[in-house]
């Protein structure tokens, strides 16, 4: 398994998700990340239809003491669709993703990763998105293109060293219990399911991988936002890309109120709350300035006393 820093960045927010910045902005913030000494990046075709990686690739071009880590499953389809936002991304380019496990898909979707970032190689290949909470009825076929396809070829990819590293990026439980079952996994980049908030993979799916030896990366430790910001602060608040529900705000104040107790902020326990198990080998929040790359080290270094965590435990999620 690659070795990753506990914390790292994701690249989804400078892929102009929800809202656009500018190749300025993205350049910025990737080089106050890496002066900061964050030296993992995680990026997929899907951010931006290539704009992330993109970006990414500008930015850290030249620069080899990094880890990256991209995705497949996915490929851009030109379009004439000039929609503003398009899957919640905002400006992005003019492609169309479209599911593809094959081999043929795997392979050309690597190819176009690696041009994209500029690299002839990535630390770890992550299959993006398969799973029914994606698919629908279309699961069972999604699963067996990438079974009988996609997986051995993202094997060779790793044995040929065109990748160090190779799992599934996704955001639900089953799916990685089911392949679990199946294939061999060097990784899991989960997201949204290991937080403060929803600590549903703490149940099977964490036993599981400490038992097998799989290594998580966890996305998504402020749920889309929900965990992003002390609950003072003015701002619709986000879980899981929509509007949080009454039920989950109420949630989310009782974690707030005992984090409150301890004299620590909620972000502050929400990013650090998934590096605690030992399963879990990096966090990898999504940044798109400086200003929250400032922000995302100084809460990732902030003090927390042991007995806050103990107390959390008898939150209620």
């Known amino acids: 398994?690659?070795?990753?820093?506990?914390?790292?960045?994701?690249?989804?927010?400078?892929?102009?998700?929800?809202?656009?910045?500018?190749?300025?902005?993205?350049?910025?913030t990737v080089h106050a990340a890496l002066d900061a000494g964050i030296r993992y990046f995680d990026t997929a075709p899907h951010y931006g239809f290539g704009l992330a990686e993109t970006r990414l690739g500008r930015a850290l071009d030249g620069c080899r003491d990094v880890r990256i880590s991209t995705k497949v499953g996915r490929l851009l389809v030109p379009t004439e669709d000039r929609a503003r936002e398009r899957h919640a991304f905002v400006d992005a380019l003019p492609y169309e993703p479209v599911f593809d496990y094959s081999r043929d898909g795997v392979l050309r979707s690597f190819e176009a990763s690696l041009s994209r970032v500029r690299r002839d190689h990535v630390d770890l290949l992550f299959a993006h998105d398969i799973g029914r909470l994606t698919?629908?009825?279309?699961?069972?076929?999604?699963?067996?293109?990438?079974?009988?396809?996609?997986?051995?070829?993202?094997?060779?990819?790793?044995?040929?060293?065109?990748?160090?590293?190779?799992?599934?990026?996704?955001?639900?439980?089953a799916i990685c219990l089911e392949l679990l079952d199946r294939i061999d996994l060097d990784v899991i980049l989960l997201a949204g399911r290991y937080t403060l908030l929803d600590r549903s993979a703490a149940d099977e799916l964490l036993p599981v991988c400490a038992a097998k030896g799989v290594k998580l990366v966890i996305g998504g430790p402020y749920n889309s936002g929900i965990l992003a910001q002390p609950l003072d602060r003015a701002g619709e608040r986000k879980f899981d890309y929509a509007p949080a529900s009454a039920d989950m705000l109420a949630r989310t104040r009782a974690l707030d109120a005992e984090c409150a107790r301890f004299g620590v902020s909620l972000p502050v326990a929400a990013l650090q709350f998934p590096v605690r198990h030992p399963a879990v080998v990096s966090v990898i929040p999504g940044m798109a300035s400086p200003s929250e790359v400032t922000e995302n080290v100084a809460r990732f270094a902030a003090p927390v006393p042991d007995a806050l965590w103990t107390a959390l435990e008898s939150v209620p999620t």
């Open 135 to 173: 698919h629908g009825d279309r699961h069972d076929t999604m699963l067996r293109s990438f079974l009988d396809d996609g997986y051995p070829a993202m094997r060779r990819l790793r044995d040929d060293g065109a990748a160090g590293a190779i799992g599934i990026g996704v955001n639900e439980i």
């Open 1 to 28: 398994m690659v070795e990753l820093p506990p914390l790292g960045m994701g690249t989804a927010a400078i892929g102009n998700l929800y809202r656009a910045i500018s190749d300025a902005d993205a350049e910025a």
